[in-house]
């Protein structure tokens, strides 16, 4: 019986186990059917990825394409305002030369009007009383020519012909000239009213432009004061130091460095500017006047550009404007030597004049003469030769204008040496450096017309200080000069 119990066991057993095998087979399916999921879900997870990686390399593309178009469009708008810019300069320049040919074609014979007026004037000194009412009067009216060739000349200077001429310079000085000149040109309805300072730092730079810029600060705030109310105008003049601070503050129409400086403020209470009208007010030609030519402040940045100065501008509509301008103060202390006037100087012996206009010969001939001195003329270079020939032993010294006809003065000057080499030659003209581009060897000197009875004698007195020849010169009390 034992042994068939153990019989049917195994049957027994083979037929549970046959049941439970069904449910492994099920799990194994969906193992399978899982793992063929997971395929698909890590292809699927694969190619989207490559999708986002393939996405990411355009968006890059196109990343750097719009970076590369931005690049392309900014240096095609940097180019047209390059282009816009030289057109402009090259309108401007059209402009300046034209301007420089009109100066040029009327410098040279205004020059010797000036210069007669201002040698007979200077003649006039000398034949009244000093310090007499017609003394002053003869005074005032060399200082008014000298202006009138300055400024004439500086024409030449805005259109970049010329070098300025450089000295230095109280801008006190300058604003009181400029007020007394002024008092009767104003409007009547517009006063001047002067606060400066006791002592201002002295400043280098050329005194005609200086005064330029002064002038047209000035009449461009009487412009700026309408009629029916009372205008009024204060400039103020001081020295001041600018720091950084000062440095970060607005309203500066041209940079600055630090250091001190000269300044002199020009404010007005007329009707203000907006700040359309502020942005354009230094653009060449641009005004707001019907009858203005638009190029006082152009001349005034121009000229504080060249002196190393600087410009702030506040305005208001209704409310005036202020202009404060800045030149750099001089480190040193001005030496007043040379307002000391020269003791009257005499001396003998033959000085050769060549000049081809009478009224500018004339006039060098009585200055001369009053120095104690015989005049030879001559109207041109053969005539100058031909006379130097005759009496080179004679002649001390010459005179030699630059513009000559038939010959010109740098040929002449080189005939002149070729005959005797020991005479010297001084160079006039009106060219704010007579010899330049002539190289001249062996030029005395060199003399700027038109020019004052001042300027002549020391000139004649530096260059005939050692005797040459037959010539000596002597002090006023009939001492001979030495070197």
Request: hydrophobic share 45%; charged share 20%.
């Amino acid at each position: 019986m034992t042994g068939l119990r153990r019989s049917k066991a195994p049957g027994a057993t083979g037929k549970a186990g046959v049941g439970k095998a069904l449910p492994v087979r099920e799990a194994n399916e969906y193992l399978v059917l899982a793992t063929l999921h997971a395929q698909t879900l890590a292809e699927a997870s694969r190619q989207a990825a490559a999708q986002v990686r393939e996405t990411n390399e355009h968006l890059v593309v196109a990343t750097v394409q719009a970076q590369v178009m931005v690049e392309l469009a900014e240096q095609a708008t940097a180019q047209l305002a390059y282009q816009a810019k030289v057109e402009a300069r090259m309108v401007q320049a059209q402009k300046l030369e034209s301007l420089g040919l009109l100066s040029s074609g009327v410098a040279h014979d205004f020059n010797n009007l000036i210069t007669t007026i201002i040698g007979y004037t200077g003649l006039g000194r000398l034949a009244v009383a000093p310090g007499s009412d017609l003394a002053s009067y003869l005074e005032a009216i060399e200082r008014s020519a000298l202006k009138a060739g300055e400024l004439t000349r500086q024409l030449q200077a805005y259109a970049g012909q010329g070098q300025r001429q450089i000295a230095e310079v109280d801008l006190g000085i300058v604003v009181k000239e400029i007020s007394h000149l002024l008092t009767v040109s104003l409007p009547g309805h517009v006063s001047l009213r002067l606060d400066l300072a006791d002592r201002v730092p002295f400043v280098k730079g050329d005194p005609t432009q200086i005064f330029q810029i002064v002038m047209n600060l000035i009449t461009n705030a009487a412009e700026a004061c309408p009629a029916g109310i009372e205008g009024r105008i204060t400039l103020r003049t001081c020295g001041q130091e600018i720091d950084q601070a000062s440095l970060e503050a607005g309203d500066w129409v041209l940079p600055m460095t630090l250091g001190r400086y000269a300044t002199l403020e020009v404010a007005d209470n007329g009707a203000g500017m907006t700040a359309k009208t502020l942005a354009r007010i230094f653009e060449p030609f641009f005004t707001t006047k019907q009858t203005g030519h638009g190029l006082g402040l152009a001349a005034v940045i121009g000229i504080l550009r060249g002196h190393g100065g600087g410009l702030r501008v506040v305005s208001q509509p209704g409310h005036g404007s202020c202009f404060t301008l800045f030149l750099p103060a001089m480190a040193e202390p001005r030496s007043l030597a040379d307002l000391e006037p020269l003791p009257i100087w005499r001396g003998h012996g033959k000085l050769l004049i060549v000049e081809p206009e009478p009224a500018v010969r004339r006039q060098a001939r009585h200055l001369t003469e009053q120095l104690g001195l015989t005049v030879l003329e001559a109207r041109d270079g053969p005539e100058a030769l031909a006379c130097f020939r005759s009496h080179h032993k004679e002649v001390a010294l010459v005179i030699l204008a630059r513009e000559l006809p038939s010959l010109g003065g740098a040929e002449a000057f080189r005939a002149l040496r070729a005959i005797d080499g020991r005479v010297p030659v001084i160079l006039s003209s009106g060219y704010r450096q007579p010899d330049a581009g002539l190289a001249l060897d062996g030029l005395a000197g060199c003399l700027k017309t038109p020019f004052r009875a001042a300027e002549f004698q020391g000139l004649l007195r530096r260059t005939l200080a050692t005797p040459v020849g037959p010539f000596r010169a002597a002090d006023p009390a009939g001492a001979p000069l030495v070197p």
